[in-house]
């Protein structure tokens, strides 16, 4: 499958808290075109260092509504602000990073989760650049329960491979969203508000839809929104600065029905497309301006991401809606047959969140709902009855464009980390952190007068990410052993000194 080897580097540094400057991800355009009015002040982003992993510096994640009865499992994030994501990072209900995986430079991850491949449970998320308008050029990449990368591929046919959907089938096939600037087939000219001169929107932007052999890399079947789509079911304004194609549909998932043809959601088109898997004839059109359905109270969407068919038959969609209730998730039930769509059940935050852009919603196996705020940094899971049984947020100014719940069992290869606090004369701590790893319940430190002759000094339980052991007297050489709550021997640190 053009497997790719990944390494992951581990590092050493400090436990604190501190503030950097951030941005918030691309906001969505409104219904109507607003004004512009005077730059909002970036807000600053609350950071955690560890003196044993100085490389990794997450975003903290602040638990407002503990958790109780949740369903089990991680949460799986891309923390991201000024149009770039620190990379995949998995917290769990403490708020606590588990894995993180920070990238470099200008290069973002989106859409992070655990999928099954070859009847293995795997990582997948898109890698790449994203653009001022929310789109992505990039690849699309897989790894095992050791954090190895196992597969990196792109778009086929020479697209670029978009951020918003990478979706693994039961046939070991990827459903992703591609994308091209095209020729408007006339010219539009667009006069801004106040004294910026006329605007000549040339170009749109195309969505495209492919499922990828994964292991041949062959595309299986091709989309192209522009034969099936009229940009005039777009909502979104044309736009004012020159060169900027009018990216009119804006799709951002796709789902297999129960029928095997696709759910498309195009959030500018206000739209949910089933499309035919073979002949890609559009079957119906749910919500937009050319809906086949009649839509019951508490039914109409807009600007909506993550439509996903249930095992029970209904539908389920973030309804981001910029209303003045604030963004929703929503189960619909969709008769095709009466062509008719009502309202089972709204998901709202109390109080209220405004999602400017991106967000899903993931029904839980045991029923719960767990969603993720997009543009606003809240991910709140609640229970069959609609009530909050978790809530947690990113920083003010952070987001994540979708988040996750899934059991996951990490095995890194790499080593446990281990530091030392040798600031205070007469004391000794150190410090203990194993990336990606979730089945450490305690650590033990050992010591001796030599790296071949160590013995246990101390134990504690694992407390969060890093933990500190406190050591009674000084050996020359330390390590630090990870049990297991068996008690077994997970992993062992590096041998390191305690002189200056």
Known sequence: MGAVAGAFAVGVAADEIFLGRVGARGA??????????PTKS????????????????????????????????????????????????????????????????????????????????????????VSGQGLGSGQYVMADQTYREIGRFGAGNGFAGD??????????????????????????????????????????????VQEIDIVTQKVLFEWHSMDHVDPAESYLPLPTIPGTAFDYLHANSIDVDTDGNLLVSARHTFCVYKINRTTGDIMWRLGGKKSDFTMGPGTAFAWQHDARRQVDGTLTLFDDNQAPNGSRGLVLEVDETAK?????????????????????????????????????PNVTEFDKQGKVIFDAALPPGGSSYRAFRFPWVGRPTEPPAIALDLSEPGTLTAFVSWNGATEVASW?????????????????????????????????????????FTGAVLGTSPVITTTL
Do not use: C
């Not at 969505?28 to 009015?37: E, F, H, K, R």
């Not at 917290?91 to 655990?114: K, M, N, Q």
């Open 163 to 208: 951020l918003h959907e990478f979706l693994i089938t039961p046939q070991d096939t990827a459903l992703i969203i591609a994308g091209r600037e095209f020729a408007l087939p006339a010219p539009v000219t667009v006069t801004p508000s106040g004294s910026a001169a006329p605007t000549i929107v040339a170009t749109g932007w195309e969505g495209i």
């Open 28 to 37: 969505a355009p409104s219904p109507t075109p607003t004004p512009s009015g």
């Open 444 to 484: 033990e430190l050992l010591g001796g007068g030599t790296p071949a002759n160590l013995a246990p000094l101390a134990s504690a339980p694992r407390n969060g990410f890093e933990t500190a052991l406190a050591i009674p007297r000084r050996p020359a050489f330390v390590a630090a052993r990870a049990h297991g």
């Open 42 to 129: 970036i807000p600053p982003v609350a950071r955690a260092l560890y003196r044993s992993r100085g490389d990794l510096s997450p975003q903290v994640m602040t638990v407002s509504t503990p958790a109780s009865g949740t369903a089990p499992g991680l949460i799986f994030t891309t923390p991201s602000y000024n149009f770039k994501s620190d990379g995949p990072a998995i917290y769990d209900d403490r708020g606590s990073p588990v894995w993180l995986h920070p990238l470099s430079g200008t290069t973002s991850a989106e859409g992070f989760r655990v999928a099954t491949f070859g009847d293995t449970p795997v990582l997948t998320w898109w890698e790449g650049t």
């Open 340 to 376: 008719a769509a009502s309202l089972i059940r709204a998901y709202t935050h109390p109080p209220s969140i405004q999602a400017t852009s991106q967000g899903n919603m993931d029904i839980l196996p045991n029923g719960d709902a767990f969603i993720g705020w997009g543009s606003q």
